[in-house]
């Protein structure tokens, strides 16, 4: 019997049907890369992009897989199309392309690329490898990359970059920095705080004491504020609320070591001196900034303060070994040899520098300037800044020289603040403007001289001289040269009122300027002679190169036309002879 063949009752297809979409497609790319067949997944890759141009992931993968076969340019030609013509936002593509320039060994181009993920990137997806990569191409370009900002750290970055300035004494930057963190992040506690002490350095006290109290505001147990919020009220004799406030900073324990430091210096200047010397022992038992010789000095004072002498010479002579170039050691050292047989008390500072008053010392000594290392020391700065704030005149006076020597943008700006206090006196603003101008600043300064509001243009300040000639600044300059750092700056600036007030006596008639160098000359004789400084006319006859006659007949004009014989008889009862 034949056996029946039965028909299927549906016919099976013999033509299977294929979805090839951009997800096949991206199928077999991934498939192909996992077995290293990159040709293959390359081809699979543009299958993709053509079927979805609008996705920029499978554009960056095709732009991911030419890099990997070492076509670096195609690979970046690729990622800055998706920036420019898919989706701006895909920030990661500038760290692909700074891979791309940095395997290329173009270190500028990726170093821009880099720049631009970490300022525009919010998610900070890869972070630790641009910080590798910056470290990398740091060494390669010899110099450290130009960041200003990275957006997935907003706040921190620029914060430690505010923290670095204040810690440099650039008060005023710091500021600048820090108010505008506060701004932008008002519970970013730290940033205000370090606000706050900004403000405090800059004897801003009113500012500082303001931005204390919000920061306790939001966080009213934020150690750091607390202490800020003592030295505070310290400043301004608020003895309740002082006093309060130590009965809570007394019961205080803290853990971390940045708070056990904060509250050893806290109460050092608050004078808890038993309270702070345990704290700083406790840190250098802990080996905590143990190469730092600050801390040795915190400790050494603390230790005086409680009379543990032999204890502060130990970790003075320790501060000596860890700052050999310093003079702190020095000073402090030879105070507690001569405390019993001193006539005056000793001076036991928690601030690692020399006091006030000693300093001025130092710059009176040093032929040089002020040492580099003053310059940058921000206490030294601070006690500058707090003095043109709230010194007497004469302390003042001081500082305005100094500013001269350190000369700098935060100098600068603190001298352009000075000058429009209407409070202060007009001889101070008028020497701030003489060092400004010494400091090379050309353009007119807005000042406030005599309660009026005025610009001071570059030449001399000269209110009754219409004119200012040509001839009479070459003299000034003249001089001025000749007696650069063999003159203080006052002796300069009073050089400076001495021609400028001769000029004004005597124009329109003022005598025909023939030699530059016998009227400067003559200028630097008679300002020795007022600051009471030994001086001939042969010696400054050999230094400008004119005969002594020439001096002697200019001094002669100079003093009869400005009366000095009578205003230096006013001050020194003593004086016999021009």
């Known amino acids: 019997m034949e056996k029946i063949k039965r028909v299927s009752p549906t016919t099976k297809p013999k033509v299977i049907s294929l979805n090839m979409d951009a997800a096949f497609f991206f199928e077999r790319a991934v498939q192909s890369l996992d ?63 700074a891979n791309n320039y940095a395997n290329m060994e173009n270190y500028e181009s990726a170093e821009q690329s880099l720049v631009r993920y970490l300022e525009n990137d919010p998610t900070g997806q890869f972070m630790d490898e641009a910080e590798e990569m910056m470290d990398m191409l740091s060494y390669e370009l010899e110099r450290p990359a130009p960041l200003t900002s990275i957006k997935s750290r907003e706040g921190l970055f620029e914060h430690d970059k505010a923290r670095a300035l204040l810690e440099e004494g650039k008060f005023a930057e710091a500021v600048r920095q820090l108010e505008k963190i506060a701004k932008k992040h008002p519970d970013f506690t730290a940033a205000r705080n370090n606000l706050a002490l900004a403000y405090y350095y800059m004897g801003r006290f009113e ?110 002579k320790q501060v000596e070994k860890l700052d050999p170039g310093a003079d702190i050691s020095k000073f402090y050292l030879e105070q507690l040899r001569n405390r019993e047989t001193s006539d005056t008390a000793p001076t036991w500072s928690y601030h690692y520098h020399l006091p006030f008053e000693e300093q001025f010392r130092v710059l009176e000594k040093s032929a040089q300037g002020i040492p580099e290392q003053m310059k940058k020391d921000p206490l030294v700065r601070s006690s500058f800044f707090w003095a043109l704030r709230h010194g007497d005149i004469e302390t003042k006076l001081q500082v305005i020289q100094a500013f001269g020597l350190i000369a700098d943008n935060e100098v600068r700006d603190a001298l352009q603040d000075f000058i429009l206090e209407r409070k202060e006196d007009d001889y101070l603003k008028k020497v701030a403007i003489f060092v400004l101008r010494s400091m090379g600043v050309r353009d ?135």
């Not at 750091?224 to 310290?234: E, M, P, S």
């Not at 019961?251 to 070591?257: A, D, G, L, R, V």
């Not at 010397?277 to 840190?283: A, G």
């Not at 300059?477 to 006596?505: C, G, N, P």
Request: charged share 25%.
């Open 444 to 578: 007119p300064l807005p000042a406030v001289i005599e309660n009026e509001e005025i610009m001071v243009e570059a030449s001399p300040y000269s209110p009754q001289l219409p004119v200012w000639d040509a001839r009479w600044q070459h003299v000034m300059e003249t001089a001025l040269s000749h007696m650069h750092k063999r003159y203080d700056m006052i002796q300069q600036y009073d050089l400076e009122i001495l021609w400028v007030e001769f000029l004004t006596k005597m124009y329109p008639n003022v005598p025909k300027i023939q030699k530059s160098e016998g009227w400067a000359a003559a200028l630097e004789y008679l300002i020795a002679k007022m600051h009471r400084r030994a001086i001939s006319y042969q010696e400054v006859s050999a230094r400008y190169g004119v005969t002594v006659s020439t001096i002697s007949r200019n001094v002669k004009l100079i003093d009869e036309a400005c009366g000095l014989r009578e205003k230096m008889e006013a001050i020194f009862p003593k004086f016999t002879s021009i």
């Open 35 to 97: 077995r290293f067949h990159y040709d293959k997944a390359l081809k699979y890759f543009r299958r993709a992009a053509e079927f979805e141009q609008d996705n920029p992931v499978n554009h960056c993968n095709l732009a991911g897989v030419l890099s990997e076969m070492g076509n670096y340019e195609e690979s970046n030609r690729i990622l800055q199309q998706i920036l420019d013509d898919i989706d701006p936002t895909m920030t990661e593509c500038y760290f692909y392309m």
């Open 207 to 316: 500012k500082a004491l303001e931005t204390v109290q919000g920061v306790l505001e939001i966080d009213p147990g934020n150690l750091h504020a607390l202490c800020n919020l003592a030295i505070f009220h310290q400043h301004f004799g608020n003895k309740e609320e002082l006093a309060e406030l130590i009965q809570l900073l007394r019961k205080t324990f803290p853990y971390q070591h940045d708070h056990v430091f904060k509250l050893a210096t806290t109460m050092g200047i608050l004078g808890e001196h038993e309270k702070a010397y345990h704290l700083f022992k406790r840190l250098l038992k802990a080996g905590e900034g143990t190469e730092d010789p600050c801390l040795y000095h915190y400790a050494a004072v603390a230790a005086c303060h409680i009379g543990r002498y032999a204890e502060a010479y130990r970790q003075w």
